[in-house]
């Protein structure tokens, strides 16, 4: 019966869990309280760095002291580093992290008073991502293949293993400075986004291209038909030149883009389906920054072999605060139990909320049914900030911190992204009763809760949701169970009865280059500084005036 705080800080997105007696009780990112982006840049300077605030939020929430724990584990192992030269990085003060990281036990005993340095345990970095897949999954305490794609832990950028239980057998690992995620980072930066942030800029712009650059992308970058990969330097410059910030992209950029999509995904399904034939499993978990690329993971379930794929909803750096926890958990002896959802983070009472809407001196209400408030503003084309329950561990925003539309009106799609600061290139998703769903996508896994695949949106529905279907016909789908999410499911079972749509827009709580969403303030100043009809915070209705 072990307790155990998860901690990761290395490289980017800060986080901590907390699991006790093998059950996840709480997760948080750290930008979602310090409200910086992504928490810190991913720079060895700021390596040092510690998620404070989401870890000591975590044990409030679990109810623990820092004595109470059996364990902190730390998602980097320093004793499986080397120097950046060695890797063929170009990093000369990466030798910071790895003192960082070997000093954890005293950073964490610092930020978390009473904690003895001896308890903290460096877990490996893909361990951690491999653990934040497979053992969170609905697949735990049985045979699961393993496949984690990121930009770098230690010396790697890629495992892929079974685990059987709580053991992992690791099957191959790709050594650095072969990295799909670091490959992702270097066509982001070149398209003038920031890296390590705007790789889903980058998924969204390749829908806009044909992928007439592969052959070049082929001859640098492949299977190397033992489990693991080559990718050779790139000259970028002679594809498409260099985007600078804010600058307009081509056709050869959106083509460029297109063509590493489509290399990424033939690579990725090449390492699933090596992993397969070693294995014959039948049920994979997946893990890693490169994981959330979600047209890449419909590809994977569609070509490699594997009956289901699951992809943990935090499956970037902030995952690995879980995993690490998942891992020594399970080594420790605890029964492992499948995560219960995405919704692990902070969460208000009706009376809190109601002290927060008074003191912010806003004029409020409190319908009668909230469900068919919210679906009577967004069928007379109103935009409502939904802020409900416990917010969402990871990137995606999955029914309680989200911005909420009418799909039946194409212009709505420019309108959130005006409202969010977005590019315009930019799709937004729909959400769906998941025994809707089949009627109108197909494709992709059905349930699809945590909006981690693509989905062909059926012909006869394009013209009737044209918000939510993206330039190349598809969606990005979020699945709602009734009996998981009774508010949304009756939101959205009230929106179809005024519209005939069963499909409501979703997007993130949040405005550009800003975390998404967490505490009821957050909320009042998006409301306050957007051009939003209406802000559902639990039980209560804020209304802007003039809107419906």
């Known amino acids: 019966m072990a307790k155990v705080l998860g901690v990761n800080a290395l490289f980017h997105d800060p986080a901590a869990a907390v699991v006790v007696d093998g059950v996840t009780v709480a997760a948080a990112e750290e930008e979602r309280f310090s409200r910086r982006k992504h928490g810190h840049r991913p720079v060895p300077f700021a390596a040092w760095e510690l998620p404070e605030l989401a870890a000591r939020w975590c044990l409030a929430a679990s109810g623990l002291d820092v004595a109470d724990l059996d364990a902190v584990t730390y998602s980097f192992d320093p004793a499986l580093a080397a120097p950046a030269e060695e890797l063929g990085l170009d990093d000369p003060w990466d030798h910071l992290r790895q003192t960082y990281a070997r000093e954890a036990g005293g950073f964490l005993g610092t930020a978390l008073p009473g904690l003895d340095p001896a308890a903290v345990r460096h877990v490996p970095h893909h361990v951690a991502h491999g653990a934040s897949g497979?053992?969170?999954?609905?697949?735990?305490?049985?045979?699961?293949?393993?496949?984690?794609?990121?930009?770098?832990?230690?010396?790697?950028?890629?495992?892929?293993g079974t685990y059987r239980g709580s053991d992992l057998t690791v099957h191959a690992a790709q050594r650095l400075p072969h990295s799909l995620g670091l490959l992702y980072e270097d066509l982001t930066d070149h398209l003038g986004f920031l890296r390590s942030s705007d790789e889903y800029k980058v998924m969204?712009?390749?829908?806009?291209g044909t992928p007439r650059f592969l052959p070049e992308l082929r001859d640098r970058v492949h299977h190397d038909g033992a489990g693991g990969f080559r990718t050779l330097p790139v000259h970028w410059q002679a594809l498409a030149k260099r985007l600078e910030p804010g600058e307009e992209w081509s056709e050869d950029h959106a083509d460029l883009a297109a063509s590493v999509q489509a290399r990424l995904e033939e690579v990725l399904?090449?390492?699933?389906?090596?992993?397969?034939?070693?294995?014959g499993g039948t049920r994979l978990a997946m893990a890693g920054g490169v994981a959330l690329n979600c047209v890449a993971n419909t590809?994977?379930?569609?070509?490699?072999?594997?009956?289901?794929?699951?992809?943990?909803?935090?499956a970037g750096d902030a995952g690995t605060a879980l995993g690490g926890a998942l891992h020594v958990a399970g080594e420790l002896g605890d029964e492992l139990r499948p995560m219960p959802g995405a919704d692990l983070g902070r969460g208000w009472s009706d009376d809190e909320l109601e002290r927060y809407l008074r003191t912010a001196q806003v004029p409020y209400e409190r319908p009668a049914d909230m469900a068919e408030e919210v679906a009577e503003c967004l069928a007379a084309d109103g935009v409502v900030a939904w802020f409900q329950g416990r917010s969402e561990f990871g990137p995606r925003a999955l029914g309680h911190r989200s911005l909420l539309a009418h799909p039946g009106r194409r212009e709505n799609l420019e309108r959130l992204n005006d409202v969010k600061g977005r590019e315009q290139f930019r799709p937004v998703a729909p959400m769906v009763l998941a025994d809707r769903a089949p009627a109108l996508f197909s494709r992709g896994p059905l349930p699809s809760p945590y909006m981690?695949?693509?989905?062909?949106?059926?012909?006869?529905?394009?013209?009737?949701?044209p918000a939510v279907v993206h330039v190349d016909g598809t969606a990005r789908v979020q699945?709602?169970?009734?009996?998981?999410?009774?508010?949304?499911?009756?939101?959205?079972?009230?929106?179809?009865?005024?519209?005939?749509?069963?499909?409501v827009v979703n997007t993130s709580l949040n405005t550009a280059g800003r975390p998404m969403v967490d505490d009821p303030r957050d909320a009042l100043e998006c409301f306050g500084s957007a051009p939003v009809s209406m802000l559902a915070i639990g039980p209560f209705a804020v209304r802007r005036r003039g809107r419906p």
């Not at 699945?479 to 005939?500: N, S």
């Open 269 to 279: 399904v090449d390492l699933a389906r090596w992993l397969r034939g070693r294995t």
């Open 299 to 314: 590809r994977i379930l569609e070509l490699s072999g594997y009956d289901e794929v699951w992809v943990q909803p935090a």
């Open 479 to 503: 699945t709602v169970d009734t009996a998981e999410e009774p508010l949304v499911a009756r939101m959205l079972e009230a929106f179809e009865r005024r519209t005939g749509l069963p499909v």
């Open 134 to 160: 497979a053992l969170a999954s609905p697949f735990v305490g049985g045979d699961v293949d393993v496949l984690v794609l990121d930009g770098r832990g230690e010396c790697g950028s890629h495992l892929a």
């Open 204 to 208: 969204a712009m390749a829908s806009y």
């Open 452 to 465: 981690l695949f693509v989905h062909d949106v059926a012909a006869e529905w394009r013209d009737r949701i």
